[in-house]
């Protein structure tokens, strides 16, 4: 029975206290540590043993370990003789195996019964394992003083460096520390340390482990000094990793050279940021080609307590402001529903109780798609998705992965477009992640006959909205462009949320994808807090400094041709040519088209001087020519940045009734009908209320009506400002041929 007892008296996991999590990069860096449960840095087991090590350990600790099988009775009559002479215990005679033993028990005391069972389990163990198992289970369980267990954790405590890296002297400090692990305190018995580590150096040199420079050089290191922190290069990556059930040694993609760099770029930022109390910062990038990640910060490194320094920015919910709208665009061109250079709506607008704004009180009227995108314009881009559709959207972005809609789409409605729903850095970065790696493996992908869409995005709509972000200009909050620099074109969008709490910029290369997002982790929000201000500096400096990581990388995107054509569309409109259009080309995805032809070019009759629009009844010899004519408020506003457009030739006397109505009119201010709120002065004295409207005939007489009575004309510039009583009002305009536009609104006292 006894010997069935010994044969099975070893567990079969020898060691089972909780272990420290370490997360290593894609050579095998740490990078970040997480402690065990008990409170100790004990790490997994080192992959090898340091030939240095392993023969500073056997000879300071048990010199004959490779000549018994777990008990060296030399060593047990030479501790019974040392410890006769002294009086007292001071040599057990254990050997290597019979303490890793004494290990596995939870270190019982030291008595003469617990050798006996020491000794037993040893020769077990040495039936069980190899003379290099039983060393590694030595080391990587060994104490190393404080709450330092292990090889692993004492190489990285003391000398901030895995263990194939440590020096003869560094080796020597550890073999010694387990027999008496105090001694690593700074203050306590340093003197007795280091005699400790010397001696086993020069006992390596008598053993010719170590020549006589080596020991010269080996004497002369310092002792380590307090325990160091371990790395803490992608703390957030590692708690996400935790929070996953990951344990133990956990490896990544990331690249930590490349993790401390982007730590170098968030810290310059940060430093100016903080400046005007923005505090937090996340960056994320991505090799393309791999599709992996090789840097994560989902904070600023080393932020103060009451910043939230442990909030993973990369996965909160944030809004996005314009950052969707790549995605709109590149929707609506993959239906065929649009063109790049077609032109959108840029006026002051009301939808029922929203009224969208660009991000400077100036309109176009009438703006390129492609440029409304660039310059993130959001009225154009409320107008596309009125047409494209809010449920369309809605339900598309789910299916594109942004998690975060929870609520139905009336829910969010045209805001949708301008961050009126939440999205993740993540999310939005593995978006830009799909067009790039649409790209870069088309042809391949084409060749094999395998898919190549990408949430269900064709390859000509992903390229069209890449190609269209590469312009390295976009406009602040002041309307001024700012220029960024940048070696190799970059495909990039930035977002700005309402109120200043949330600026993004994520871009794209053939190599990599970089998403930023800065702000405060409260949501409190900042003046100057924008994408192009805040974040955009940080994005191209990433890449630039990720230019030495991939020199070889391609220049841009090739283009997927078969997933392209070009179409003859209107100069101008950038719609198809209708039969009065001026004619250029423009590439767009080889889809149906679901576009009309120009809707502004039309031919009109006109006196021989120009000088009229006429009819063939009152002049015969009128000339035929075509026009390009907006409607009347897009018209008012375009005209503003384009003066070669031109409005329509007042009629010629006595020929305009003979084709009926002209009806051009329509408001500029107010926008639509509802509530105006009567403001006052420095003096306290109740301001007029402000009307304008805009005509196709620029020589027309406007009549002014307030509530059925007339007020008065205008011709040429058609404002007017009139005191208003508390109350409702109705206003109209009428011109001389009939046509009138009317406004009915509820005013408010000035209070």
Same mark, same amino acid.
């Given at each position: ?563 392209? *054509?070009? @179409? &003859? $569309?209107?100069? +101008?409109?950038?719609? !198809?040519?209708?039969?009065?259009? =001026?004619?250029?080309?423009? #590439? /767009? ?119 059925? *009575?007339? @007020? &008065? $004309?205008?011709? +040429?510039?058609?404002? !007017?400002?009139?005191?208003?009583? =508390?109350?409702?009002?109705? #206003? /109209? ?19």
């Amino acid at each position: 029975m006894l010997t069935i007892g010994w044969w099975n008296c070893l567990p079969d996991d020898l060691f089972t206290a909780p272990l420290a999590t370490e997360l290593l990069d894609r050579q095998g860096q740490l990078l970040s540590a997480h402690i065990a449960k008990d409170g100790q840095w004990r790490m997994p087991a080192a992959d090898s043993i340091p030939p240095i090590l392993e023969a500073a350990v056997v000879a300071f600790e048990d010199r004959r370990f490779y000549h018994h099988g777990g008990i060296d009775a030399r060593s047990v009559v030479r501790a019974l003789v040392d410890n006769l002479e002294a009086g007292r215990v001071v040599s057990g005679g254990s050997t290597l195996t019979m303490q890793v033993a004494r290990m596995t028990r939870g270190g019982t005391h030291r008595n003469l019964w617990q050798k006996f069972i020491e000794a037993a389990i040893a020769l077990r163990l040495e039936m069980r394992y190899s003379k290099a198992e039983l060393l590694s289970l030595w080391l990587n369980n060994a104490p190393f003083g404080g709450n330092t267990v292990g090889l692993t954790a004492a190489s990285y405590r003391y000398f901030g460096r895995p263990p194939a890296t440590l020096s003869a002297a560094e080796a020597a400090t550890l073999a010694v520390l387990p027999n008496s692990p105090a001694l690593i305190h700074p203050g306590r018995n340093r003197d007795a340390l280091q005699s400790k580590r010397n001696r086993l150096l020069h006992q390596l040199a008598t053993d010719g482990t170590l020549t006589p420079r080596a020991l010269e050089l080996a004497l002369l290191e310092p002792l380590p000094g307090a325990p160091l922190a371990l790395p803490r290069d992608a703390p957030h990556y590692l708690q996400r990793r935790l929070a996953e059930g990951a344990r133990g040694r956990v490896p990544t993609t990331l690249d930590a050279q490349l993790q401390r760099a982007i730590a170098g770029v968030i810290d310059r930022h940060h430093r100016l940021l903080r400046q005007n109390q923005i505090h937090n910062m996340a960056v994320l990038i991505t090799e393309v080609r791999s599709g992996e990640v090789v840097a994560y910060h989902g904070n600023v490194p080393d932020l103060k307590a009451e910043h939230a320094p442990s909030v993973d920015l990369i996965t909160a919910p944030r809004s996005p402001g314009s950052l969707l709208k790549p995605f709109l665009y590149s929707l609506a061109l993959d239906a065929g529903e649009l063109l790049p250079k077609q032109l959108l709506p840029d006026v002051p607008t009301s939808f029922q109780n929203f009224r969208p704004a660009n991000f400077t009180p100036e309109f176009d009227g009438a703006v390129a798609a492609d440029e409304a995108l660039v310059r993130s314009l959001n009225i154009p881009f409320v107008y596309l998705l009125r047409d494209y559709g809010v449920a369309r959207f809605h339900d598309r972005l789910q299916r594109a992965g942004f998690a975060h809609m929870g609520q139905p789409a009336s829910h969010y409605g045209l805001s949708l477009i301008l961050g009126g729903a939440e999205i993740t850095l993540e999310e939005i970065h593995r978006w830009f992640l799909g067009l790039a790696q649409q790209q870069s493996i088309y042809h391949t992908r084409r060749q094999a006959n395998l898919p190549t869409d990408v949430a269900g995005l064709g390859a000509g709509a992903g390229f069209t909205v890449l190609d269209a972000l590469r312009d390295l200009r976009r406009p602040d909050e002041s309307g001024d462009y700012r220029r960024f620099e940048s070696h190799r074109p970059v495909a990039w969008k930035t977002g700005t949320s309402f109120g200043f709490r949330d600026a993004w910029a994520v871009g794209a290369t053939p190599a990599y994808v970089v998403s930023v997002w800065v702000g405060n982790a409260d949501g409190a929000g900042r003046p100057g807090l924008i994408g192009v201000q805040a974040a955009a500096p940080v994005l191209f400096d990433v890449f630039r400094l990720l230019e030495s990581y991939a020199p070889d990388a391609p220049y841009w995107f090739t283009p997927p041709d078969d997933a392209l *054509r070009s @179409v &003859r $569309s209107c100069s +101008v409109s950038g719609y !198809l040519a209708g039969v009065d259009c =001026p004619t250029t080309t423009q #590439l /767009t995805p080889r889809v149906h088209d679901q576009t009309l032809p120009c809707p502004f070019h039309h031919r009109v009759l006109l006196t021989s001087d120009g000088a009229y629009r006429t009819t063939r009844q009152c002049s015969p010899d009128g000339v035929l020519t075509n026009v390009f004519t907006l409607p009347p408020l897009r018209a008012h506003f375009y005209r503003r940045r384009h003066v070669e457009y031109r409005d329509l030739p007042a009629w010629q006397a006595g020929c305009s009734g003979q084709i009926g109505r002209d009806r051009g009119l329509q408001f500029i201010y107010p926008e639509g009908s509802g509530v105006l709120s009567a403001v006052k002065n420095w003096r306290g004295e109740l301001e007029p209320f402000y009307f304008a409207v805009s005509t196709s005939d620029p020589r027309a007489e406007l009549f002014w009506h307030l509530d059925g *009575r007339y @007020v &008065r $004309s205008t011709t +040429v510039y058609h404002q !007017l400002s009139l005191p208003l009583e =508390p109350g409702l009002h109705v #206003l /109209t305009v009428t011109d001389a041929s009939g046509s009138s536009t009317k406004r009915r609104f509820m005013v408010r006292g000035g209070g």
